[in-house]
């Protein structure tokens, strides 16, 4: 994979962060961030990355993607820290926001496949939109809710994903602060902010839930690009050798017509002929299974 092109000056690009966090970096790390940057149309200005306590394996490979140039900063956290826990990966998504310091930031994850074919001015266009009144960011379409309405290309939405969200830097610090600030400065140790009503298991995705109860505090709106054949940003939550599986088909447009701005849905591709098969095969077999299977006095499978 190459090492890739300082970013123009001048450029979209040059005002941009993109934000990362995560839990786990494999090989699939750095081939996904690249698609990133050809979906963007070129390297950011700045990439930022913050891990939430991975073992060494997950380490080694963020290290070797920072000295390769593909990540400018990148923070690590001891996995003995009472920050590393599943539940409080919000920690790390706000401060990846937090050590951006160019002027608009994306947000996106390495578990998510991106496509474009033309859409050249994409991102320009996209930063335009948020100097439109009401407009808070940018973001997919595959969201916990269907659109309330179409604003031209763009659907819109109350709710900005961490799958991917473009937003100014001014307006994500004003959110977080208006928000969550008290727990911010309690270092997220104090109580979990009451106004948030997200069931328990839920809290963990709280910078989204924050924004959301932004954009309805204050009336704004996000926006999302609707997908087509040329457009696709997917979320696949998966790693490693199946994630680069998936990405293969995806890039070969396998199936893609099905997810198009599908709330919550993640791509899946239909099964192969061979896959289909093994999977008769094995649905057979279980059914044979259970009409061998011993029975009780009273007839019922053990």
Known sequence: MPTPAATPAES?????????SGFGADRAAPRILLDWFRFLGG????????DGGSARTSTRVLTSMLHRGLIDRLELLNPRHWENSYDRCYIQEYRAGRLATRPYIMFVKLDMLTWRQGHARWLEEDMARLDQPGVFAITNSHLIDPPTGREGPY??????????ALMKREAWERAMREQIGGFIDAEFRGPFPAHIQAEERWRRAL???????HCRAN????????????????????????????????????????FFDQP???????????????????????????????????????
């Open 207 to 213: 910078v989204e839930w924050a924004w959301q109860s």
């Open 43 to 50: 390297r950011p200005a700045e990439v930022v990355y913050v």
């Open 12 to 20: 979209p690009l040059s005002r941009l962060t993109l934000a990362i």
């Open 264 to 302: 919550k849905m993640r791509y899946r591709p239909p099964h192969t002929g061979p896959a289909r098969a093994g999977r008769a095969l094995e649905g057979a077999v279980r059914g044979l299974r259970s009409l061998v299977r011993p029975r009780d006095e009273a007839g019922a499978p053990r």
């Open 219 to 258: 009336g704004l709106r996000t926006l999302a690009r609707a997908e087509s054949s040329d457009w696709t940003i997917f979320h696949v939550n998966k790693t490693g050798r199946r994630l680069l599986a998936l990405r293969k088909r995806f890039l070969a447009r396998e199936g893609i017509e099905a």
């Open 155 to 164: 659907l819109r939405y109350d709710f900005a994903s961490l799958n991917f």
